[in-house]
């Protein structure tokens, strides 16, 4: 689809940068990864608006991972982030991937018994120095690595689970299908750190990349911790939604 025809009304009281922004995210549609869009010149000519709105437009697509910046060449478009869907559904990453049509990937990196030291002991409720197994696993996207996410889980709730299969098989479809544990709710802490050495080289960015760091514990509807997880995500592949929920005073207004 062509930007040819496309106008920028000036008399609603919509947003300009916006509308050129919708404009744009619809030619994006269009395109292929690596395509050029149209000079920021040429786009404050045809939709006769200022340079600043049209860099911010821009610079909304480029942080949505929809267009790439080449300092001296241009403005490209690109894939779009992942997308999780991170408060209001509790999806495996394999299953949400796919919603998302890209194709999920899991490489184990370690497999084995450790003991629960004070702050895994305390998200699943178990005592300290408690077997736990221990999952390291490279996440990807479309054969690009999204996530580094190591898990915890009490080893006399998963016995047996160190002969099984986690490459193919997903561990939240193990632990319901093999250990009736179906797991229910989460709680999620999130923030944004610099990537430590190890797992900046396995998401093949550099040490000191921003990357979102996230602690996971997941229930199952009797309230039984069973899996605490910790996870660095590439901060330029990954866009999170979280969704906001009326509180129980705003919801009786």
Same mark, same amino acid.
């Given at each position: 689809?062509?930007?040819?025809?496309?106008?920028?009304?000036?008399?609603?009281?919509?947003?300009?940068?916006?509308?050129?922004?919708?404009?744009?995210?619809?030619?994006?549609?269009?395109?292929?990864?690596?395509?050029?869009?149209?000079?920021?010149?040429?786009?404050?000519?045809?939709?006769?608006?200022?340079?600043?709105?049209?860099?911010?437009?821009?610079?909304?697509?480029?942080?949505?991972?929809?267009?790439?910046?080449?300092?001296?060449?241009?403005?490209?478009?690109?894939?779009?982030?992942?997308?999780?869907?991170?408060?209001?559904?509790?999806?495996?990453?394999?299953?949400?991937?796919?919603?998302?049509?890209?194709?999920?990937?899991?490489?184990?990196?370690?497999?084995?018994?450790?003991?629960?030291?004070?702050?895994?002991?305390?998200?699943?409720?178990?005592?300290?120095?408690?077997?736990?197994?221990?999952?390291?696993?490279?996440?990807?996207?479309?054969?690009?690595?999204?996530?580094?996410?190591?898990?915890?889980?009490?080893?006399?709730?998963?016995?047996? @689970?160190?002969?099984?299969?986690? =490459? $193919?098989?997903?561990?939240? &479809?193990?632990? #319901?299908? /093999?250990?009736? %544990?179906?797991?229910?709710?989460?709680?999620?802490?999130?923030?944004?750190?610099?990537?430590?050495?190890?797992?900046?080289?396995?998401?093949?960015?550099?040490?000191?990349?921003?990357?979102?760091?996230?602690?996971?514990?997941?229930?199952?509807?009797?309230? @039984?911790?069973?899996?605490?997880? =910790? $996870?660095?995500?590439?901060? &330029?592949?990954? #866009?999170? /939604?979280?969704? %906001?929920?009326?509180?129980?005073?705003?919801?009786?207004?």
């Amino acid at each position: 689809m062509s930007l040819n025809g496309k106008r920028i009304d000036k008399t609603t009281p919509i947003p300009l940068y916006y509308q050129l922004k919708q404009h744009l995210k619809e030619h994006i549609n269009h395109c292929r990864v690596g395509d050029a869009i149209p000079t920021e010149n040429e786009l404050c000519e045809q939709f006769d608006v200022s340079r600043t709105t049209v860099r911010q437009a821009i610079a909304e697509l480029v942080s949505e991972g929809h267009l790439v910046r080449s300092t001296g060449k241009g403005t490209f478009v690109t894939k779009p982030k992942v997308q999780r869907d991170f408060v209001h559904a509790l999806q495996s990453f394999n299953e949400e991937m796919r919603n998302h049509g890209h194709i999920p990937g899991t490489t184990v990196l370690s497999f084995a018994p450790v003991s629960a030291n004070e702050t895994v002991a305390e998200q699943l409720r178990i005592n300290e120095g408690d077997e736990t197994v221990f999952l390291r696993r490279l996440r990807s996207a479309d054969g690009k690595p999204v996530m580094i996410v190591n898990t915890f889980l009490p080893g006399s709730r998963v016995p047996g @689970l160190l002969d099984l299969d986690l =490459t $193919a098989n997903g561990l939240h &479809d193990t632990l #319901r299908d /093999v250990y009736g %544990l179906d797991l229910v709710r989460g709680t999620r802490a999130v923030e944004a750190i610099a990537a430590p050495e190890q797992e900046a080289e396995l998401l093949q960015i550099k040490p000191g990349d921003p990357v979102q760091y996230i602690e996971s514990t997941f229930f199952t509807d009797a309230d @039984l911790a069973v899996e605490f997880s =910790t $996870a660095w995500y590439r901060g &330029d592949h990954s #866009r999170f /939604v979280i969704q %906001l929920l009326p509180s129980t005073r705003w919801s009786r207004q």
